[in-house]
Antibody, heavy 121, light 106 residues
Framework: QVQLQESGPGLVRPSETLSLTCTVSGDSISSYYWSWIRQTPGKGLEWIGY???????SSNPSLKSRVTISIDTSKNQFSLKLSSVTAADTAVYYC???????????????WGQGTLVTVSS | DIQMTQSPSSLSASVGDRVTITCRASQSIRSSLNWYQQKPGKAPQILIY???SLRSGVPSRFSGSGSGTDFTLTISGLQPEDFATYYCQQTYSTPTFGQGTRLEIK
């Protein structure tokens, strides 16, 4: 059974870069799409973006200029960088495995437990 | 972005009740609609994908229907473990979620 675990700083200063890593265990990262999602009390759930094991990625246009998603298949990890953060980026960040079945649909199949990142000076 | 609007925002019901949650898209999303369940302090978990397909292991009391812009999640015979928050998500374009429906015990 696949397991995902987010890791990274819980506190980030305004204007700095938020960096998180998702470590995948129980399955190879070299298949599937892998995604980042965040959740705030005010805006709810927000899709940040996803990456395929080949490195091909896509991100939410509302965040696109600040988001970098990368993957390291040798470590079975993928990562998120969000630059120029503000208090509005304070959220619980989740990583997830994406089921992408073409006509069979697309959904977030397995999730990490989430990690709270607070943006504050 | 496609906006997803759920109703109601909260709902009180009793064990054994049948409840329906509605999700409306701001434009047609065909059948690209998923439902998730989230319990406090936990990540959301997929229940139903592509409008009406039940994820393996999800009880058959959960069902989904709809197409285009209007979708429903129905729980027939509420169980104690079903009291949670439910979210719809569209994947027709840049994925977006509804604001959630909190299902509480009456």
């Amino acid at each position: 059974q696949v397991q995902l675990q987010e890791s990274g700083p819980g506190l980030v200063r305004p204007s700095e870069t938020l960096s998180l890593t998702c470590t995948v265990s129980g399955d190879s990262i070299s298949s599937y799409y892998w995604s980042w999602i965040r959740q705030t009390p005010g805006k709810g759930l927000e899709w940040i973006g996803y990456i395929f094991y080949t490195g091909s990625s896509s991100s939410n246009p509302s965040l696109k200029s600040r988001v970098t998603i990368s993957i390291d298949t040798s470590k079975n990890q993928f990562s998120l960088k969000l630059s120029s953060v503000t208090a509005a980026d304070t959220a619980v960040y989740y990583c997830a495995r994406v089921f992408y079945g073409g006509n069979s649909g697309e959904y977030l199949q397995d999730w990490g437990q989430g990690t709270l990142v607070t943006v504050s000076s | 972005d496609i906006q997803m609007t759920q109703s109601p925002s909260s709902l009180s019901a009793s064990v054994g009740d049948r409840v329906t949650i509605t999700c409306r898209a701001s434009q047609s999303i065909r059948s690209s609609l998923n439902w998730y369940q989230q319990k406090p302090g936990k990540a959301p978990q997929i229940l139903i994908y592509t409008t009406s397909s039940l994820r393996s292991g999800v009880p058959s009391r959960f069902s989904g229907s709809g197409s285009g812009t209007d979708f429903t999640l129905t729980i027939s015979g509420l169980q104690p473990e079903d009291f949670a928050t439910y979210y719809c998500q569209q994947t027709y374009s840049t994925p977006t979620f509804g604001q959630g429906t909190r299902l509480e015990i009456k």
